[in-house]
Nanobody
Framework: QGRLVESGGGLVQAGGSLTLSCAAS???????????MGWFRQAPGKEREFVAA????????YYADSVKDRCTISRDNAKKTGYLRMSSLKPEDTAVYYC????????????????????WGQGTQVTVSS
């Protein structure tokens, strides 16, 4: 069974940076390079929202407008790990951040809808203080 584990969250001041990691294990790790990956977040009282997505080998990426130019999604298939680098953080970035993965038949495709993903991590809390 596939498993994803996020890490790297924490408390940071506005304007600061964080890098979140998403480590795959089990079935998602055995053929990690066939999975497109995404990051989502959920703030208190709000619905889960898309943040960023990356294709199977990292060639294509896509970002929500709210984080564009402040976030970089990447992956290291050899390490079975995905990353989300966030900078110039704002208090409104405070949320639980989740990584997700799903098999993709196309090398350059990614998914932005949460229901496209079948594998999810448990989430990591990011709190940005003003």
């Amino acid at each position: 069974q596939g498993r994803l584990v996020e890490s790297g969250g924490g408390l940071v001041q506005a304007g600061g940076s964080l890098t979140l990691s998403c480590a795959a294990s089990g079935s998602t790790a055995s053929d990690f390079s066939v999975y497109a990956m995404g990051w989502f977040r959920q703030a208190p009282g709000k619905e889960r929202e898309f943040v960023a997505a990356v294709s199977r080998i990292g060639t294509n990426t896509y970002y929500a407008d709210s984080v564009k130019d402040r976030c970089t999604i990447s992956r290291d298939n050899a390490k079975k790990t995905g990353y989300l680098r966030m900078s110039s953080l704002k208090p409104e970035d405070t949320a639980v951040y989740y990584c997700a993965a799903e098999r993709s038949t196309h090398t350059n495709s990614y998914f932005t809808a949460s229901d496209a993903y079948g594998y999810w991590g448990q989430g990591t809390q990011v709190t940005v203080s003003s």
